[in-house]
């Protein structure tokens, strides 16, 4: 797929992120509690690891329609893009999961948060008819199909009954902090959804995505104190430009980006785990996957009753356990201390 534009693609893209707890959130809660916002990040965690694990890489073919995002439980990061000729203010699910960048457009038919981009508003939006555009029944795990008018028609389904439908267009992007503008830039226009955000950007490997369109190698992503309510610096920057400094660890592009875990050490002992648990194999299982939206990290059972048990034997020197706080029968390691 050609990226068409005539002006230079910027060197680097950046933007903000702003995690969904954050101050500068449309979701902002101030009256949320620790407590209660540690229990969203592990509900939406459990939720975004089981359908990750029910979808396994052997089972997609180029016109599965399950992607990674479950909008109910939805938690990340968000980032800012303008979006048309009125350069309309999108706060977008950054996702590395999934590949379509989409936002929704007027007219939207179910509660959305505002604003909204008018694409008959902007000179350089272009809608994409089937004979223009070839990728239309090839575009990876999103299902997309030509209508009766030779409109290219695109419907991401997330698990069993929530979506994004719409059909697929071209449209100049001004992407954060970046002074260049993207045009010509292939995104779903959502008539349709049930995930309550502007959007998705989706940064997976397929030819879609944003990083694909604008043939760059590389993206990378900062984050700092999530904790901080009003912590400014998360940032996402795309380009062939970014440097890694310190140790690299290889990826394993497929359907998602998988990494292989070595080892686990906690203080001065090596576990006695396996490695072979951890590691990507040539027929698709295992390796671990790496997800923006999910705040916890998922480990084997074999591993995590390793994990804990060394955990168990260096805290309960220290502090006194507490039995009582579970989560579906298993009992969480949890421990009573001074307040602080």
């Known amino acids: 797929m050609g990226f068409n534009t005539q002006d230079p693609v910027p060197p680097l893209l950046v933007t903000r992120l702003i995690h969904h707890h954050s101050v500068d959130s449309p979701y902002f809660d101030p009256k949320k509690t620790t407590k209660e916002l540690a229990d969203i990040d592990l509900q939406s ?48 699910y950054m996702d590395t999961g999934s590949s379509l960048l989409w936002i929704n457009c007027e007219p939207c038919g179910l509660n959305v948060p505002g604003p909204l981009y008018h694409p008959l508003e902007s000179s350089s939006y272009r809608m994409q008819y089937c004979e223009d555009f070839g990728m239309c029944e090839a575009t990876g795990t999103v299902r997309s199909e030509c209508d009766v008018d030779d409109i ?36 779903g226009c959502a008539k349709h959804t049930t995930l309550y955000a502007n959007g998705v950007l989706g940064l997976g490997a397929s030819g879609l995505s944003l990083v694909a369109q604008i043939q760059s190698s590389k993206f990378s992503y900062c984050i700092g104190n999530i904790s901080d309510r009003s912590y400014p610096y998360n940032t996402l920057v795309i380009g062939d430009r970014i440097e890694v400094i310190g140790y690299k660890t290889p990826m394993i592009i497929e359907d998602k980006y998988y990494i292989n875990l070595e080892s686990i050490k906690i203080g001065n002992k090596l576990l006695d785990i396996d490695s072979e648990i951890f590691r990507r194999k040539p027929d698709y299982n295992g390796g671990m996957v790496l997800d923006t939206g999910s705040t916890y990290s998922f480990i084997p059972q074999a591993a995590l009753d390793q994990f804990e048990g060394e955990t168990v034997k260096l805290i309960d020197l220290l502090l006194v356990r507490n039995s009582s706080i579970k989560y579906r029968g298993y009992t969480r390691l949890c421990y009573n201390t001074m307040g602080f």
């Not at 267009?169 to 830039?185: D, H, N, V, Y």
């Open 152 to 187: 290219c028609q695109y419907n991401v389904r997330y698990g069993s009954e929530d979506y994004s439908t719409g059909h697929i267009a071209t449209e100049t992007i001004k992407f954060g902090r970046s002074k260049g503008t993207l045009r010509s830039i292939l995104f």
């Open 45 to 92: 965690s459990i939720s975004r690891a089981k359908y990750l694990i029910s979808n396994p890489s052997v089972s997609f073919y180029p016109t599965d329609i399950e992607s990674q995002l479950t909008p109910k439980l939805q938690r990340g990061f968000l980032a800012n893009l303008k979006v048309g000729e009125q350069y309309t203010d999108q706060l977008v």
